[in-house]
């Protein structure tokens, strides 16, 4: 393969280089970016978590456009049967009505806002707290490292959904709420990776070079450590994602979520576990679709990352 | 042997205390419990007198010490809604929980290993493909999705054109009546059993390929012995170490409640009674299961090191 990572002489011109089928120096980051462009699956996959993303943010925008909001009411005979059951797609409304008579489109417009936000906030907290705990527990080792692994042991003998439920239950439910319980369950995973991957490089030549050329235990981290450690953050982080948007689906169905009339993907599926499975089947199958979807787009993309930012992972794609 | 179980033990017990500790910190320290008892017509007097009632007028360590004392001696507090004690509430749903967990494990331990093996036997084949995008759907579908498609296919469309194989509800008690135990649980156990073989068919494909490039199985395929036996006897046997971890501590989370299929199959387990109990703002339930579910992964966390002590003479020794 033309992608061995063999140096080009830097007088010689990289594009005439190429011309001849010579070997072209690549940058790591550059072989990821090409892994990733040959891999259908993952580029769609990012491409639908993008659409996702821009409904999101351009919500009212969406939801002007198709002439709809989130927790209105319709009032008419579009809205509801005269027996008050739900309507299905229509004209009116594209993908039905729920059990109040408010547009399925635009409830699951708004809903992504909240899937996204707790998806990525509580990620981005548990990559903070887990980075720099499994820093600290993996560098200093020895006494530091028990505490803190013991302490991740014992956050991880909570049961989730159970002291989540006691949580909502002192607290009340809310946003901030969600994201906090979710956060204390999850740094402990990304806890553990990095405290695995930095005891084993600790010991490595280029840490001991940066320790006798006089660089500090700070500096050492920032500068030598975490940049390694990118890649399995880059990926775990994106496989973290979706299991957080199901935990908040999950509090939201279970009423311990964001408290309506706000709309989450998950309330929306309680109200359709709440009998209406079976009249109204759009209630269903189209907050379900959204939910599954999103999720399985980022595993996707996760695996596909997985793949191209693993050096080894080119084996696997040259056998094809 | 003795001193590493005397030492997991004494870690469990450590857990337990702190987990004890937080919910009493929760409960008692950063909630009202009076309040929540007295319920929403209270009086200042009433209150007053509920706190010398339960004691929770003294300081917060006394009353932490008490509540210890009462957990010792397996005592996990009345009901503050109809004042049945927390022990017979938990008592009354372990069997639909256990049910559900064990029950649903042997479903997806029968769905996810075959999956995994088959997948790692012939890498990158078409079937391991399949093999893989069925782990990541089930990944991503959350378990109420695929309760509600059960329900809505099977007890719902079925019923209605006639077959009402499936009920939608409901526990039978398995020594009430066998069949109806089973029939009430299908549904349920396949809704847990889905979401959780896509994990196991991974793991079991992970360690499957790691173990199938030893070098013990190169040397029995030297010794000529059949694909078939180097798989199932010399292969398999290894790479279900960390099935088996997994599984202990899967069993362990489930059996302190698995609320959303038991809300969504109305099953009268833990999980159910939590979650009632969260809405009644019934305190001292909440806080019993909590430290019962908590109990059951400590437990599941050290009979699976122990388990992993007696297969790996390594994990002994250190």
């Known amino acids: 393969?033309?992608?061995?990572?063999?140096?080009?002489q830097p007088d010689t011109p990289v594009t005439a280089a190429a011309k001849e089928g010579a070997v072209v120096a690549r940058t790591p980051t550059q072989?990821?970016?090409?892994?990733?462009?040959?891999?259908k699956v993952s580029l769609a996959a990012a491409v639908f978590i993008l659409f996702v993303i821009l409904v999101a943010i351009f919500a009212p925008v969406v939801c002007h456009i198709i002439g709809q909001s989130p927790?209105?009411?319709?009032?008419?005979?579009?809205?509801?049967?005269?027996?008050?059951v739900p309507v299905g797609p229509s004209r009116y409304h594209w993908l039905g009505t729920d059990e109040v008579g408010r547009d399925v489109l635009a409830r699951l417009i708004y809903g992504s806002r909240i899937s996204l936000i707790v998806g990525v906030l509580a990620t981005a907290f548990e990559l903070v707290i887990g980075i720099v705990v499994g820093l600290l527990a993996g560098y200093y080792s020895g006494k530091t490292d028990t505490l803190l692994s013991r302490f991740m042991d014992v956050v991880l003998s909570f049961p989730f959904i159970l002291t989540a439920l006691s949580i909502v239950a002192v607290t009340g439910p809310s946003l901030w709420v969600s994201i906090v319980v979710i956060t204390f369950f999850g740094w402990s995973n990304i806890g553990r990776i990095v405290r695995g991957q930095v005891l084993s490089m600790r010991e490595r030549e280029f840490v001991e070079a940066a320790r006798s050329l006089g660089a500090g235990d700070l500096r050492i981290m920032r500068k030598d450590l975490l940049p390694n450690l990118v890649g399995p953050l880059i990926v775990y982080s994106t496989l973290l994602i979706p299991v957080n948007i199901v935990s908040e689906a999950t509090l939201s169905f279970l009423g311990l979520g964001v408290v309506p009339p706000t709309a989450t993907w998950g309330?929306?599926?309680?109200?359709?576990?709440?009998?209406?499975?079976?009249?109204?089947?759009?209630?269903?199958?189209?907050?379900?679709?959204?939910l599954v979807l999103t999720t399985l787009a980022f595993n996707l993309l996760g695996d596909g990352l997985r793949d191209a930012l693993d050096p080894r992972a080119d084996r696997v794609l040259a056998t094809k | 042997m003795?001193?590493?179980?005397?030492?997991?033990?004494?870690?469990?017990?450590?857990?337990?205390?702190?987990?004890?500790?937080?919910?009493?910190?929760?409960?008692?320290?950063?909630?009202?419990?009076?309040?929540?008892?007295?319920?929403?017509?209270?009086?200042?007097?009433?209150?007053?007198q509920i706190k010398i009632v339960l004691g929770l007028n003294r300081s917060y360590p006394r009353q932490y010490l008490s509540f210890l004392n009462h957990l010792l001696h397996g005592d996990l507090g009345t009901s503050f809604v109809n004042r049945i004690s927390v022990n017979?509430?938990?008592?009354?749903?372990?069997?639909?929980?256990?049910?559900?967990?064990?029950g649903a494990a042997v479903l997806w331990l029968l769905m996810g290993i075959p999956i995994g093996i088959t997948a790692a036997t012939k890498p990158r084949s078409v079937r391991d493909r399949l093999a893989t995008l069925f782990a990541l759907v089930g990944v991503s579908l959350p378990s109420f999705v695929v309760g509600l498609m059960l329900l809505n296919l099977l007890f719902f469309q079925l019923t209605t054109h006639g077959h009402p194989w499936f009920p939608p509800s409901g526990y039978v008690g398995i020594t009430d009546n066998p069949l109806q135990w089973a029939r009430h649980l299908l549904l349920p156990w396949f809704t847990l059993a889905f979401i959780t073989a896509a994990a196991y068919a991974r793991l079991t494909r992970g360690s499957m390929l790691e173990v199938l490039g030893e070098d013990y199985i190169r040397t029995a395929r030297a010794k000529g012995l059949r694909e078939r036996t180097v798989i199932y006897k010399h292969g398999l046997r290894s790479a279900l170490t960390p099935v088996i971890t997994l599984l202990g501590i899967d069993i362990g989370t489930l059996l302190g409640g698995t609320v959303v299929t038991e809300q969504l199959f109305g099953l009268q387990g833990i999980g159910q009674s939590a979650l009632n109990a969260v809405h009644n703002n019934d305190l001292p339930v909440v806080l019993g299961t909590v430290l019962v579910a908590a109990f059951f992964i400590v437990l599941a966390n050290i009979v699976v090191d122990l388990l992993y002590a007696v297969l790996d003479a390594r994990v002994r020794l250190s």
């Open chain 2, 88 to 102: 017979s509430v938990i008592k009354s749903g372990l069997p639909a929980t256990a049910s559900l967990a064990l």
């Open chain 1, 71 to 84: 927790t209105s009411q319709d009032r008419g005979d579009h809205g509801l049967t005269l027996d008050g």
């Open chain 2, 2 to 48: 003795l001193r590493f179980l005397v030492r997991r033990v004494a870690f469990g017990a450590l857990v337990m205390l702190i987990v004890s500790l937080v919910v009493f910190i929760l409960f008692y320290v950063a909630s009202d419990p009076a309040s929540s008892f007295c319920g929403r017509t209270c009086t200042p007097e009433r209150k007053t």
């Open chain 1, 31 to 39: 072989l990821a970016w090409r892994r990733i462009k040959r891999d």
């Open chain 1, 267 to 290: 309330n929306m599926l309680a109200g359709s576990a709440d009998g209406l499975y079976r009249v109204a089947w759009w209630y269903l199958t189209f907050p379900a679709m959204a």
């Open chain 1, 1 to 8: 393969m033309s992608e061995t990572l063999v140096p080009a």
